[in-house]
């Protein structure tokens, strides 16, 4: 993709994906750190990582623009709430 990993995580940051870089072994490079943890325990099952997956991509190959991005980011994270009322 030709992204380095802060580059890559301003992207995803600007379409509402919060995510962090890490050191790689050899040189000064960054990579980004993706974790599911948050997401399977709020409810998110195969079908909506497939969407965090199509969305990701989108927004790295500078294929989405990021208002839509981030408004889709917005309404998936709205149907699973991290304390839903009860």
Known sequence: LGLDGRSARGR???????????????????????GTAALTTQG???AEMSQ???LF???LRDEADSKR?????RDLAG????????
């Open 69 to 73: 991005a981030r408004e889709e980011v």
């Open 57 to 59: 991509a989108a927004v």
């Open 12 to 34: 995803l940051a600007a379409a509402g994906m919060v995510l962090d870089t890490c050191a790689l072994p050899h040189g000064d490079a960054r990579g980004l750190r993706l």
């Open 44 to 46: 998110m099952g195969e």
């Open 52 to 54: 965090v997956a199509k």
């Open 79 to 86: 149907r699973f709430p991290p304390y839903p009322d009860e």
